[in-house]
Every structure is written in C-alpha cells, then in structure tokens.
C-alpha cells in the first residue's frame, strides 16, 4: 500500500529536491513560479480555501472510519452517514478557525466570519455520498471477491483501511513510544455476517471504505520512489472490487483554474504506484469534487505511457535541481536568459504570482502589500556593516585530510545524512550533505588527502562545516598546491538587512511523535531573495509578528543551504535581531 519510509528523507519525508504531483503540476503550469515558490520558498498570503480543503478532507475521512451497526436499507445508512457529517462539520470549522487564527500572513480581503458551518457540511455530504455510490455498488455485487476474507477476521490487504478500533499501521512503527502498549480500540456495533450469508449494508460500507491517510498517524504516508527523487501522497485508493482506483478529492468543482491540473497530478499518482511495486494495477483515476458532487474518470496511462513518464518526470527533476545557486534575483529582467530565471507565464496560469515580479511589472504584479510595492519600486540603501546577499559566497575550495566519517545521522532538520571530517593543520571542520542523499559517495574516497571543491561554507552549533551536495567533489591532493581557502578563513555567517517579503511557521511531530516548529521568512536587499528559518526557542514573538513590509537587520546569521540556495538561520545564542527605528539598532530583540 502507498504508505512508505523515506529511502533519504527527514521525519517529513520532504525535499525541495524531490519531484512530488504538486511541484510537478505548478512546474507544468509556470517553471518560474515554480522555481519562486517552491525551490525558493517564497509563500503567498493564506486564503480561507486552502484551509477550507485541508480540514474539509480531513473530516470526510474521519467520517469514513466509523463502523455502522445494521443497516437494513442505504437510506438509512445515509441517514446515519449524514448525522455523522453534521457532527464533523462543526469538528472542522473549530479546526480551520484554530489553523486561520494561526496563519501570520493572511489575505486582507479575507475573513473568517464569512465561513460558514453549513457550507462545511454540504461538502462534507457530498463527499460521504460519492462514497456511498462505492456501497451500492459493493452491495449490489454481494461484497465483491474479498467478502469472505474480510468475513474470517483477515484483510486482503497489507495495510488495511484506517478504521476506530483498528490498529494503525505506522510507517516506521519503532519510533512510536508505547504502540504495542496502546488500547485503539472503539466500541462499535458493527459485526460482520457468517461466511456466504448475504451481504447487510453495514458490510457493505466496511468492504467499500477506501485507503486514506490515517489522522492518528503522525509519521508521513506517502509512496517514495525507489531511488528518492520523488513522492506522493494519496487520498483515497478504492479496491474493494480487485481493481485499483486513484482518487483525488478536491473542496471545489471542476470549472475552476485549477482543475486542469488534476490529471497531471492522477498521471504521476499512477507512475508513481507502478514504480513502487504496490499491490495491483491502477486500473481507473478518479476527482471528486466536493462543492459540485462530481466524479471526474480518467483511464489510467498504459505501460507504453508509464515507460515515458520514467524519462519525462526524471527530467523535469534534473532541471529542478540545476537551477538556483546562492541567491535569487528579483525583481528580474525577463529577457535576461539565467538558470534560475525560468520561463514564466503571461499571468493566466492558475495560482501565480511572484513568477510576474519583473523589472518591467512592478506597479500590480506579485502577493504583495502596498509597502512592499512601494519599496520594489524605490528600493533602500544597504548600510554597513550589513552586506548584500549577492557578496556570501557560495562555494568553496578547501584542502585537508579525512579523518573519519559517519552517519546517516540527522542534520538540524533532522533529516539523515552522511558527514565526514576534515583536518588541515591544527584546524578541523565537519563535512555533511546539504540535504539527504545530495552527496552519496561521501564515504568512498580511498584517499586520506584530498580537496573538496565547490562545497558550500555554513555553521551548525557555532562550528563551521562544509555541505557537499551534486555540484561538490572530493579530489586527491596531486603534488603541487592546489588554491584552496583555510578552514580559518571561511565566512561561516553573515550580517544582512532586508525587506520582508513572505512569512510562515510550520508545525508538526517528528517520526517518534515529538512536536517540533520553524518560522521562514524571505528577506529582499534591494536586488536578491534569500531565505532565513529559526527553530523552536529562537522563534520570538517579535518574530512571530512580522510582516511583508517591514524592514529587519540580522547580525551574525548562521549560513546554510537548502537546494543549492542560500538559508540564513537565526542562532538564538549569537544572532541580533534588529529592527527599524530612529537607528536599527535601538530596537534590538
């Protein structure tokens, strides 16, 4: 079933170097608001639909893992699905005002009030009643080929469908504190009929329920192509009757800009199954539109077309990787022709915006408030000691010996990663992957005295360290001096200033179910973006109350990467933070 650990992945399972159905269809509909938004990060104000389709989702789901006790008719297992929908409606309004009220950037035309419970419930309906045609279905074919297996206490399946009561599967069930100790258990009133007795409806609903992502679970579930460059996330698979249905569920209807992404992203959902080895064949791909009641069908590709995908996906990723070194340059010149500068729509293509911000359309272009489109337009001056970020540099020559290596062990983002180090004189420095698996040959260098060329200089815990990632190489030192930069000499943080312009917190549980947070902002110089992250005690709550707009001054920011792209991060020791006023630094925090 499509629920896998990360072959080179954190707690998340994520990369901005891995290729997913949403990067992908964002890619295909606009590379550079692709390149802007998720290679750079660059986020956009929330809107109320975003969080409407997270928590609608989430409420659907939970109403399919209840088990009805006997059913004697589909009305009334509809009407008991309906009372159930109600319950969950309001479940989901909570949680969606909770998330909104937490949002720190959020669209000015937008409140909450407008949100009603009432239109939660509709969709949540229509949701429950696409499935309940699955149960009509099932019951008109007497339970399908599995009823009796399901009859004798067993699932046909690896990983059955989440249910109360059931024990869930976790991906990697060894983090979990306690899980063979837990009690899952629910009372119920279901109970399945003897072996060929004829099928009762509440069994028909048990045998229809599809595979979807767990909400007990906090460990990702998603399929992970077999050489990690690439994953997904299912919401529901149908298999009650042999075949192998995929089935996205969208919170609006067909008509809307988006929906013309929906079968790029069923097409890399298919691949992606048949490229994991997971259990049948896609035999169908299926939307469902909540606002609208619609199933949308797709045949699912053949082998010949799945066979293409191998290459057409493979490469978009490759390009994905190469572009963006250092920092990105906005507002751009459209006709300059730089890696990072990808193709960019007209402004039509579905939920773009930064890919616009050009030197030739800054009056309306991009997400952005009046301030910051006042200070694009008339830019500010850099002051000392602060320096542009287009001055960090960005790789790095660096000579010595190798005198250990280790890992995979977890980075500052807890993801596992191969390290090494290297000595030169009196003086040591860490080596270690700029992200899972960006340098696999770390540990394959026979010789003990080498140069690692264009690595990228940072600091972790007040140590400088070198990342390798795929433009990185480990040489043999030959006989004569090769130029190199002394572990001494290397630039390991940097004093900056900027305009914010994009702001969000994350939150979530790590595999062993500990909560873990980090607050991303991008900060603009004038000419260049960069990104600066600050984890959990060095988010403050002047951090937290930033907005697009307002200026800000790091002194002594740590220097990272992620994807080849320069991350600054806040080090709540040796960072100053420095806000705007009569002089940046009387407002210090």
Known sequence: MPVGVPPKGGPLGRSRSRLSASGLTTYLRCPRQWYLTRKVGLSSPSSIGQITGLVVEDAVCRVLMHRPG?????????????????????????????????????????????????????KIRHGIDLFLEEVEACFNQNGGPYINEYRSGTSPFNV??????????????????????????????????????????????????????????HQPQRMFHPEGWAAGELDLVIRWDGNIRLVDIKSGHSGSSFSESLQHQLRFYAWLWSRTNEEGTVQQMEGWYLSSKERIIYSAPSDVELTSMDEEFFDINQ?????????????????????????????????????????????????????????????FEIKSPCLPFSNIPSRVDVAGELIAQWGPLPNHFNEPVLGAMLKAGEATIAIEEAEPGAFLHLHDSKATKVVVTNALPGVWRDQPRLYVDAESKIVTQSGRDLPSTRIGLLRTRANVEGLVLSIRQQRGKRLDGRPWSMLAFHLWDGHHVAEVVAFGSAISERLLNLQPGEKIRLIGAELGWRAGLVQLRIDVRKTRVELPGPSFASKSI
Not at 71 to 87: F, I, K, N, P, Y
Not at 103 to 121: A, F, M
Not at 177 to 194: M, N
Not at 322 to 335: C, D, K, M, T
């Open 319 to 379: 390009t994905m990787r190469s572009v963006g070194e250092g920092a990105s340059l906005i507002p751009a010149n459209p006709h300059q022709d730089k890696a990072d500068h990808l193709q960019a729509c007209t402004g039509e293509a579905a939920g773009c915006g930064w890919c616009s911000v050009s030197t030739e359309n800054l009056a309306s272009a991009g997400p952005m408030n009046e301030a910051t489109r006042q200070a694009m337009l008339h830019g």
């Open 160 to 217: 059955p469908s989440p249910a109360w009561g059931e024990i869930p599967h976790f991906p990697v069930p060894e983090k979990v504190r306690s899980l063979e100790s837990r009690d899952w258990s629910v009372d119920h009133a279901f109970a399945w009929q003897a072996e060929d007795e004829p099928i009762q409806w509440n069994e028909a609903w048990e045998i229809a329920r599809p595979w979807f992502k767990d909400p007990r679970v």
């Open 70 to 122: 006997v059913m004697v008719s589909l009305d009334g297992l509809r009407t008991w699905a309906h009372a159930l929908c109600e319950q969950e409606a309001e479940t989901a309004w909570q949680e969606g005002e909770e998330a909104w009220s937490n949002r720190l950037w959020k669209r000015e035309d937008s409140e909450w009030s407008t949100v009603e419970v009432d239109d939660y419930n509709k």
